[in-house]
């Protein structure tokens, strides 16, 4: 068991000129836009101005704010851009009245697409279904994350460097003008196991996409002004990172350790975030993705299957194994890890977590269950029995104690362990009340069986949630590409929902029974922690 305790200072960030843009967003600016930090103390400081109220918008044109240009000038660089700026849509991005020839007919009703699976000869997984739409998501999965630095924060920087300067795309602004003109759009995310790339685009334009996932994945330029921008990107990110983010990293890093992979911090704090370099990228992405082909997953979603294999064997068909598996198993531990800020909003968040299995445990299905089950939020709700009030912590928590400002249950898994628990919030002067009142919680789960009306609830809840989000495109692609990168399959939703329905009361009785046989993981993050149980407190109760 270990009790850490962690002083948050803000660092000051200097002003400086960065960040690239694209004339369709500021049509008259001749230069980068000056980005600065102000925090609130600083702010305050200042007296008032009335520049905003002074301001007023050239009538010629609306992004000339500060009437810097004449009338002739205004006149000049409107026909200046008309040469190069167009609004009219041309070649494939065109809506006509027939459909592109690339969109296959539609199919009997009676016919369901199926998720189809390929294996390429060096090892990189290909899945798709169908959806016979004009629009397609297409994207690459890998198996590595941030518990895989060797640097905190490379896998955060590789995210915000996803899409920019290319062997044949200057910029990011040149990708992104790129994806208007074929009417497509870029995500990029990193977790703590896996990493994505994706691109939601028009299906005429899949190919020219699919050459871009390549550049973007396999020869990124990473130059040097771009990490800088990624970096500085970081530290506002993290100097305006919400509680409750912080409050999830820290309940890792107390279950785990910071020295185990999954105790690592996924989002670096500022003083690490300026060792970051090129290299560190470079360095990451060749040993987790260049080299290690079989931890790679391509999904679509909206497109054949045999033309994606065809497009993912010509891009990614040439890399060789090269690098063994980097994950390292992590052990729990529990203990305590506590978080000392300056006052944000007269809140306090503190979190109780249990360990539960990972991905491949059979506490998964009752784990989510047991999560919607407890459901909660905050105190503050506008919606009905649909956004889970008839939930047990919002029943016996928030509509009980007026002091509990919020009160959530939470789920993390991973490959090999996982937490399950509650979040809460309240004034200082009641955090001991609140932490007490989040134990009793999870005790009563070890010692009561739940209700058979909860129990139906949850389960109906579950399934309503996994399928409706199912219906969405890039929810189908991602859930595709995580489930073969995970699993090495994608389960059926009749499947699925047969094991929702098959979890019992006893199940999650028998779940939080095995829980409580180890220390429990506390975290909290505030200003005045003064009233915090110790960890042997909790561990007592």
Request: with cysteine.
């Amino acid at each position: 068991m270990t009790v850490t305790r962690v002083l948050i200072r803000v660092a000051a960030l200097q002003p400086r000129r960065c960040f690239s843009f694209s004339p369709y967003e500021y049509p008259l600016a001749k230069e980068a836009p000056i980005v600065t930090k102000t925090t609130a103390v600083e702010a305050e400081k200042c007296p008032p101005t009335n520049v905003g109220k002074e301001k007023q918008r050239h009538p010629a044109d609306p992004f000339d704010d500060s009437r810097s240009l004449s009338d002739l000038e205004v006149d000049s660089v409107r026909n200046m851009q008309k040469k190069f700026l167009s609004t009219e849509l041309q070649g494939s991005t065109v809506i006509g009245f027939i459909a592109p020839p690339e969109i296959p007919s539609l199919m009997e009703a009676s016919v369901i697409p199926q998720t189809e699976i390929s294996i390429l000869e060096n090892g990189v997984r290909v899945v798709s279904q169908e959806t016979y739409g004009q629009v397609c998501s297409i994207g690459v999965l890998a198996n590595f994350g941030s518990r895989h630095e060797e640097q905190l924060g490379t896998a955060h920087l590789m995210e915000l460097m996803a899409f920019q300067s290319t062997p044949q795309c200057n910029d990011s602004v040149e990708v992104q003008k790129l994806l208007q003109d074929w009417g497509g759009t870029s995500f990029a995310n990193s977790s703590r196991e896996q990493s994505l790339w994706c691109l939601d685009i028009l299906r005429p334009n899949v190919e020219k996409g699919m050459d871009l996932l390549k550049q973007t994945t396999l020869d990124p330029l990473l130059q040097e002004w771009e990490i800088e921008d990624s970096k500085l990107a970081m530290q506002y990110q993290a100097m305006e990172m919400i509680p409750e983010v912080q409050l999830g990293e820290a309940l890792q890093v107390a279950a785990y350790g910071a020295n185990q992979q999954l105790g690592k911090l996924h989002f670096a704090p500022l003083d690490a975030i300026v060792n970051l370099t090129k290299n560190s990228v470079y360095q990451f992405l060749r040993t987790n993705l260049w080299n290690n082909p079989q931890g790679i997953v391509v999904a679509g979603a909206g497109i054949g299957h045999d033309e994606l294999v065809d497009m993912t064997e010509l891009h990614y068909g040439s890399l060789k194994q090269k690098t063994a598996d980097q994950t390292i198993p992590s052990t729990y531990n529990g203990g305590m890890h506590i978080l000392q800020t300056s006052k944000i909003d007269e809140l306090t968040r503190v979190g109780i977590g249990l360990e539960v299995g990972g991905w491949h445990s059979d506490d998964l299905v009752p784990g989510c269950v047991l999560q919607t089950l407890l459901g909660g939020g905050s105190s503050f709700s506008a919606g009905g029995p649909g956004k889970g009030m008839y939930s047990r912590l919002y029943r016996q928590v928030l509509n009980r104690y007026h002091w509990a400002e919020a009160a959530e249950a939470f789920t993390t898994f991973n490959g090999e362990s996982g937490l399950i628990g509650i979040i809460g919030s309240s004034k200082n002067e009641k955090l001991r009340d609140l932490t007490h009142v989040i134990t009793e919680h999870l005790l009563k789960l070890a010692e009561d069986l739940v209700s058979d009306e909860e129990l139906d609830r949850a389960r109906n809840m579950l399934k309503n949630n996994v399928l409706t989000q199912l219906e969405s495109r890039l929810v189908l692609f991602e859930d595709m590409g995580r489930q073969v990168l995970t699993y090495g399959r994608r389960e059926e939703n009749v499947e699925m929902t047969s094991k929702i329905d098959a979890v019992t009361k006893e199940d999650l009785r028998n779940l939080i029974i095995r829980a409580l046989q180890k220390p429990p993981t506390i975290s909290a993050i505030g200003d005045d922690l003064k009233n915090l149980p110790s960890h042997d407190e909790v561990k007592e109760w």
